[in-house]
């Protein structure tokens, strides 16, 4: 899908997520907690409240979503490899503050089960700005970043292309 949606003329970058990090925060509480390694074995099973996304490489590039530390993740992030993670600002700022959050461990928890399920840690190999919402005023929430390919069952919702040219054109084309 990112090779055909690539080669349309007038794409210049295209990215896979299985959700977009432009609604910001909602009404709704957050599914998951994030949860550090240090806090973790300190007994702080609170974790932060954010948004877990899974995306592909390029996502950040393609929607222009500064890399502030470290760095993007690759095609060779696989199921077999090494777990790997980004995470926002907001959530660097929140579990590791005023510390290089790059290869620390992060995990995303769901928040209905609490702590009962195994629990997959991650390294964090880079952090991104937040995010401004778009249609909310609440602001973004601390979000974490998961490799597309490294998910067991990976779900894509959408494909983000940044284009060149007319997009009344460029869509269709797309599509």
């Given at each position: 899908?990112?090779?055909?949606?690539?080669?349309?003329p007038?794409?210049?970058?295209?990215?896979?997520?299985?959700?977009?990090p432009?609604?910001?925060?909602?009404?709704?509480?957050?599914?998951?907690?994030?949860?550090?390694?240090?806090?973790?074995?300190?007994?702080?099973?609170?974790?932060?409240?954010?948004?877990?996304r899974?995306?592909?490489?390029?996502?950040?590039?393609t929607?222009?979503?500064?890399?502030?530390?470290?760095?993007?993740?690759?095609?060779r992030?696989?199921?077999?490899?090494?777990k790997?993670?980004?995470?926002?600002?907001?959530?660097?700022?929140?579990?590791?503050p005023?510390?290089?959050?790059?290869?620390?461990?992060?995990?995303?928890?769901?928040?209905?089960?609490?702590?009962?399920?195994?629990?997959?840690?991650?390294e964090?190999?880079?952090?991104?700005?937040?995010?401004?919402?778009?249609?909310?005023?609440?602001?973004?929430?601390?979000?974490?970043?998961?490799?597309?390919?490294q998910?067991?069952?990976?779900?894509?919702?959408?494909?983000?292309?940044?284009?060149q040219?007319?997009?009344?054109t460029l869509?269709?084309?797309?599509?």
């Open positions: 899908l990112l090779d055909r949606t690539g080669a349309v007038g794409v210049a970058n295209v990215a896979l997520a299985n959700s977009l432009l609604g910001g925060a909602s009404d709704y509480p957050p599914e998951y907690l994030m949860v550090s390694y240090e806090g973790f074995l300190a007994g702080d099973r609170t974790g932060v409240a954010g948004d877990r899974s995306v592909s490489p390029g996502l950040f590039g929607m222009n979503i500064p890399l502030t530390a470290g760095g993007d993740f690759h095609e992030d696989s199921y077999t490899n090494r790997v993670a980004i995470v926002s600002s907001a959530l660097a700022g929140r579990l590791w005023g510390r290089d959050p790059v290869g620390r461990q992060v995990a995303a928890v769901f928040a209905w089960n609490g702590f009962k399920d195994r629990i997959d840690w991650f964090v190999i880079g952090v991104v700005s937040d995010v401004s919402p778009i249609l909310h005023e609440k602001g973004s929430r601390p979000a974490v970043y998961f490799a597309l390919s998910e067991w069952r990976p779900s894509v919702n959408y494909v983000i292309a940044r284009g040219g007319d997009s009344r869509f269709p084309a797309i599509k």
